[in-house]
């Protein structure tokens, strides 16, 4: 039987991320996550749809309430465009705005999911009590994106790159890939053979 692991744990233990997640698993999902498209116009273009689905698809676990999987509809392509979002305006902040979006996006997951929390009525209306919520891949993931991931970010300089949030795995890395790296070499060498030589030929 898995032992609990509590919320505020800063360490990975033996089954993973907070227990619940490898860190490979949580990586993965940050990358395709953030670089999903957000830049549309029409919400049914074909294109959109499919990466949507795609990464519903292949990430469920992400999606889980505590009783059901959310099947893909408009409401989990919203909750997945606004964490892309969040992750998009986060990649180059700062630690305190970090804070501040991974706490919004756990706190948006918690309220369109089916993670049990305590209400309480009072004269005030419904007020939630207690502490954190049960843990769900989802936080685990962002978790690991706070504190270990975080200082990783990196946007690839090429502008027709197609996947252009990711994580560098060494220092003074620039690019996300070598065939990126390459292209913007090409490129560079053409501007400057256009600039320099291209005039006179």
Not at 166 to 172: D, M, Q
Not at 178 to 192: F, H, I, N, V
């Amino acid at each position: 039987m898995r032992s609990a692991v509590a919320p505020n744990s800063r360490r990975k233990t033996r089954d993973g991320i907070l227990g619940v997640i490898s860190a490979k698993r949580a990586e993965d999902f940050i990358v395709e996550l953030v670089n999903l498209p957000t830049d549309f116009r029409d919400e049914e273009d074909e294109r959109v749809l499919l990466s949507y689905r795609r990464i519903a698809s292949h990430y469920p676990e992400f999606l889980r309430g505590d009783e059901e999987i959310l099947k893909f509809s408009q409401k989990v392509h919203r909750l997945l465009y606004h964490w892309s979002c969040e992750l998009k305006f986060v990649w180059g902040k700062n630690e305190r705005d970090l804070d501040w979006v991974a706490f919004r996006m756990r706190d948006r997951y918690m309220r369109e999911s089916n993670v049990l929390v305590h209400h309480e009525s009072t004269l005030f209306g419904d007020i939630v009590i207690g502490g954190a919520p049960p843990i769900t891949p989802f936080e685990a993931a962002i978790f690991y994106f706070q504190t270990q991931l975080a200082p990783r970010r990196q946007l690839c300089p090429h502008p027709m790159c197609p996947a252009r949030y990711f994580f560098r795995t060494k220092k003074g890395q620039k690019f996300c890939s070598t065939k990126c790296a390459d292209l913007a070499r090409r490129e560079a060498k053409r501007r400057w053979w256009n600039e320099n030589l291209g005039k006179g030929a």
